[in-house]
Nanobody, 127 residues
Framework: HVQLVESGGGSVQAGGSLRLSCATS????????MGWFRQAPGKKREAVAT???????NYADSVTDRFTISRDNANNTMTLLMTSLRPEDTAMYYC??????????????????????WGQGTQVTVS
């Protein structure tokens, strides 16, 4: 049974930090491209950051230099460290995974429809 479970969301003041985690099970996550998406009310779900199975990372322009994505293949987990948070970062954050043979295609340009597995999301509110 495939599961992706996010944790670490919450409320924080602008300028603060949060660390989101995604715990996976039921598939070989270490070989998958993984990513974080977010969706604010009334807006489309957008990719925030991705990380390939070999650790190659890619970020949306809006979060570059503020967010850091990482993964622990031994424990099948992924983390998103968010710093210098802004009110516009407020959204539901989702982790996602999909199998991609080549790391070059594991990027934030990969659309919502190109991801196989999704978590249920964790809310981040910045005020």
């Amino acid at each position: 049974h495939v599961q992706l479970v996010e944790s670490g969301g919450g409320s924080v003041q602008a300028g603060g930090s949060l660390r989101l985690s995604c715990a996976t099970s039921g598939f070989p996550a270490g070989t998958y491209c993984m990513g974080w998406f977010r969706q604010a009310p009334g807006k489309k779900r957008e990719a925030v950051a991705t990380i390939s199975s070999t650790g190659v990372t890619n970020y949306a322009d809006s979060v570059t230099d503020r967010f850091t994505i990482s993964r622990d293949n031994a424990n099948n987990t992924m983390t998103l460290l968010m710093t210098s948070l802004r009110p516009e970062d407020t959204a539901m954050y989702y982790c996602a995974a999909t199998f991609i043979p080549r790391s070059i295609y594991c990027s934030v340009s990969r659309g919502y429809g190109g991801w196989k597995y999704w978590g249920q999301g964790t809310q981040v509110t910045v005020s």
